[in-house]
């Protein structure tokens, strides 16, 4: 492999995933990951972990590439992590892939 | 393809509002042209009055600076008037020469001062008051010259000889009504304006009219008044009206009537020629006031920006003076007339006048001198034209003041509160911060306010008090809600309008409700999707299908979220009733979850806490109880006392009838949560007078009372009728349950929904139409009969995929 620390690894299908929902992949030792799958079919994957106060965010309601967090409606951007203004704060963005209906994703 | 290109004439508030209307739609659809006379960027024109008088500074009130414009690749042509409009070639000439060609042709010129056309209007030193340069032609002339006058004693013209006083001049104002504020105040309101300007020292010459100016060496020296008087001036400011600039538009033969004539799209005699703002003339009107222009920008904008046909059909305006330490307040009819009732009070030596007109048991106008505090509620009560039934004997004395409810304050108490003071209790935002934004970001609404500073956007129980803050920090500027509200940020309908469409067009799935209502987003927003779920279901039960990703987390897994993202679980106890084999069960479940709490409900259940998502169907099969719904818009509990059955003072079985209530409106979805009680006897150890519905025993029978809330304001529930039988109970109970379920907005609780169409209302479509109430009955008990039980129908094969993590 190349110098990237992380490492591809398959985790579901695409189907494993409700269209504007969510799904959570436990990590040993890690903050979970939450992936989105949006109406268009794009996967996203984002700490499930609101900068606000850490609501989960795989609970959240997904709408175009937005989550709003379940606990204060915090709006996250799925794209970049950022809280929409007024709000602030930043969840981390993890790299995410759809290979044929596979979803990739990369892990440290 | 090639963009269309748009063309505005007028850089000021109401062309540059329409503009930020569409780019909010649509940043590529124009190619974007401003020609603005004057050399800034578009500004706060009602803040030129605090800029006078010096509480403002002139960067303070810039809207959009030049950056803003270069942002949205808008050309902006400063400082150059437009000279004419070539119809035939699409163009538009300037002052410097320039064709600009146009597909779309947007006119907003605004209104110009109205100079009396007496001797002497052309000399030096005499001006209108309606822009930056006047502003600081008035700020010279205060710093070199002794006597103003001002001529007219309207809104601007007292704000102008208010600044012009406060800038150390010796003022007289001009006016030719009896009284000041004729336009908006009635005779004892503007006298007591009177005796609080006078004792500011403006000297104020009522019923009197100009005839002359006299001038040396071609500056102003005076002001002769028919009657004879001269009064010495240095500098005259008229303010006796405003005239809509519209000779652009009448030289190029569109048609014009005072204003260039509109219709309610906007749309002038020519197609492609829109028009907005004070220049033009809509239905008859022409208004200078800021509210009705950014309504005509927001129908405008949406129509160019690609959404939507909705009209503008005219605004319902109100007033406020801009002079620091005077409250007064007037909208709507004002004046009364026939078939008015007028409820008055007057207390002259305190300073205090009220004056509410009412017709048809609506409020049609008020008008409020000394204490303005509740202008914004009435103003509210107008627009809404709520039924005033069960208000008009305290209406006078303001919303009613419940503990709690900070939205009663008023603006003059906004005012006085320091900047540290809390607003909003739920996300910690003070008065400092809130005026902060409202003066940086320009907001004129409630929504931006909120938008922009989250306050009043969580329970929003202080909507009242950021009004009353945002009123006492822009003025008469303040705009309030509007009096259609759109759903949410991705649609300009109402609840009520897509109500109505999902009704009579048979919509029964999102996409499809969202595409003949031109939603503006693909799927929605977490405001928008729960509603519409909500109406698809409620209007087509079993044909509508039930989208759990337009439901919030608790709806969607059944369960309560908790702050740590573990859940609660609320069994169903018909009528708080359980035995000791169900308290077993549940205690072994607790066990077997390591639940961290159980605990009472206030609804007479259990809960319990700290259980998580994963191990939710598994406790639902172990319990093999009733979902308790304790997570839902929808029917909660049935709260109830024990009734004759043990009671020594209980006259009916209040236990059992509680029962059956649950048992009839179970797995019931509502607007809003809906929350019932029974009492055995008047005593009402039940509650029921705080419940949606409230369930009273009596010797003969049942009193039902409805409309009752705990929640953030304590409100009483109505009594409604008596019945004699538990099947009328039920049957009575039912129908206002579907009529609320039926009618109300999403997230409206029945007591708003009460308050929105009366307590008559419903009386009339429940207890006086007999058939119709039968038919409410049934068509709730047909719902309720397809519905599963919400655990239940969360056990099958895909429970994995909702319930059950992945790992790495």
């Known amino acids: 492999m190349s110098a990237d620390k992380n490492q591809w690894q398959s985790i579901c299908k695409l189907d494993d995933i409700p269209a504007q929902g969510a799904r959570v992949v436990k990590r040993e030792g890690k903050t979970d990951i939450a992936l989105f799958r949006t109406l268009d079919n794009r996967v996203f994957a984002l700490d499930d972990h609101c900068p606000h106060k850490g609501g989960a965010l795989s609970h959240g309601l997904v709408y175009g590439d937005t989550v709003a967090c379940p606990l204060h409606n915090f709006k996250i951007s799925l794209q970049t992590g950022q809280a929409q203004a007024p709000d602030e704060g930043h969840t981390p963005c993890h790299k995410v892939e759809l290979r044929d209906d596979t979803v990739w994703l990369a892990v440290d | ?808």
């Open chain 2, 1 to 808: 393809m090639q963009k269309q290109r748009l063309v505005l004439i007028g850089n000021g508030m109401a062309g540059i509002r329409t503009l930020e209307e569409i780019l909010k739609h649509d940043k590529e659809r124009y190619d974007i042209t401003v020609i603005g006379d004057e050399p800034w960027g578009n500004y706060n024109r009602i803040q030129l009055s605090p800029i006078l008088a010096g509480e403002q500074k002139l960067k303070d009130i810039i809207l959009n600076d030049l950056d803003w414009y270069a942002e949205h690749g808008i050309r902006l042509v400063k400082g150059c008037a437009a000279t004419r409009i070539d119809r035939e070639r699409r163009e538009v000439h300037t002052a410097a020469g320039e064709a600009i060609a146009y597909d779309k042709l947007l006119i907003a010129t605004g209104s110009r001062p109205f100079m009396l056309p007496v001797p002497g209007a052309e000399l030096d030193g005499v001006i209108g008051f309606r822009d930056i340069k006047d502003t600081e032609r008035m700020i010279v002339a205060a710093a070199l010259h002794r006597h103003a006058v001002v001529i007219g004693g309207g809104l601007l013209g007292l704000e102008a000889a208010h600044g012009l006083k406060l800038r150390g001049m010796d003022v007289t104002v001009i006016h030719l009504g009896d009284w000041l504020l004729n336009r908006q105040l009635d005779e004892t309101a503007g006298r007591l304006l009177e005796q609080s300007l006078a004792e500011r020292g403006l000297k104020l010459k009522l019923g009197a009219k100009t005839q002359t100016l006299v001038g040396e060496n071609g500056h102003v020296t005076g002001v002769r008044l028919e009657s004879g008087e001269l009064i010495p001036a240095d500098l005259v400011v008229m303010a006796v009206g405003i005239v809509p600039n519209a000779d652009l538009a009448r030289d190029a033969g569109i048609e014009v009537s005072n204003g260039i004539v509109v219709d309610d799209k906007l749309a002038t005699s020519d197609e492609h020629i829109y028009a907005v703002g004070e220049c033009v003339n809509h239905r008859g009107v022409s208004y200078g006031l800021v509210a009705p222009l950014f309504e005509m920008a927001k129908v405008l904008g949406n129509q160019l920006g690609g959404c939507g046909k909705q009209r503008y059909t005219g605004t319902t305006t109100s007033t406020k003076l801009k002079v620091t330490g005077i409250d007064l307040f007037s909208a709507g009819e004002f004046m009364g007339g026939e078939n008015c009732d007028e409820i008055v009070l007057s207390d002259p030596a305190g300073g205090v006048y009220k004056r509410l007109i009412v017709r048809d048991n609506k409020l049609v106008g008020a008008c409020l001198y000394g204490d303005t505090s509740d202008g914004a509620w009435y103003f509210q009560l107008l627009r809404q034209e709520r039924d005033l039934a069960d208000l008009r004997s305290q209406l006078l004395f303001g919303p009613p003041r419940d503990l709690g409810d900070h939205g009663t304050s008023g603006a003059s108490r906004a005012a006085a509160l320091p900047d540290d003071a809390e607003i909003c209790g739920c996300n910690g935002i003070t008065k400092g911060v809130l005026v902060k934004a409202i003066k940086e970001k320009g907001l004129f609404t409630v929504d931006d306010v909120k938008k922009h500073t989250k306050a009043g956007a969580s329970c929003g129980s202080c909507t009242g008090l950021v009004e009353q803050v945002l009123m006492s920090t822009v003025g008469s500027s303040f705009q309030d809600a509007p009096k259609r509200k759109s759903m949410c940020g991705c649609t300009d309908h109402t609840h009520g309008e897509v109500r109505e469409a999902i009704r009579e067009q048979h919509l029964v799935t999102l996409a499809d409700t969202m595409k003949a209502l031109h939603w503006k987003t693909p799927d929605g927003c977490p405001t928008c999707r729960p509603a519409l779920n909500y109406y698809l279901i409620s209007t087509w039960p079993g044909e509508a299908k039930d989208d759990p990703q337009a439901r919030l987390v608790n709806e969607r897994v059944h369960a309560n979220v908790q702050k740590d993202s573990t859940f609660s679980v609320i069994p169903r106890m018909w009528g708080g009733v359980t035995s000791p084999a169900e308290l077993r069960k549940i205690a072994d479940v607790a066990d077997k979850f390591n639940v961290k709490m159980v605990k009472v409900t206030g609804g007479q259940r259990l809960d319990l806490l700290g259980v998580k998502k994963e191990d939710l169907p598994q406790m639902w099969r172990d319990l093999d109880m009733p979902c308790g719904m304790g997570y839902a818009k929808g029917l909660r509990t049935v709260k109830t006392c024990v009734g004759k059955q043990f009671c020594r003072f209980g006259t009916q079985d209040s236990t059992g009838m509680g029962i059956a209530l649950e048992k009839a409106f179970d797995r019931m979805w509502a607007p809003h949560k809906v929350k019932l009680a029974v009492s055995g006897c008047p005593r009402n150890c039940a509650e029921a007078g705080i419940k949606d519905v409230g369930i009273i025993a009596v010797d003969s029978g049942w009193e039902i009372y409805i409309g009752g809330n705990g929640g953030i304001k304590t409100e009483v529930a109505e009594f409604f009728t008596k019945v004699k039988t538990e099947e009328e109970v039920l049957e009575y109970s039912g129908a206002v349950l579907q009529l609320y379920r039926e009618e109300a907005y999403y997230l409206e609780r029945t007591v708003h929904y009460m308050g929105r169409v009366g307590l008559d209302y419903i009386k009339s479509k429940v207890l006086e139409d007999a058939t119709n109430r039968k038919a409410l009955w049934a068509r709730l008990q047909l719902a309720l009969a397809g519905e599963p039980d919400p655990w239940q129908a969360q056990l099958g094969a895909d429970a994995a995929a909702r319930f059950t993590d992945l790992t790495v």
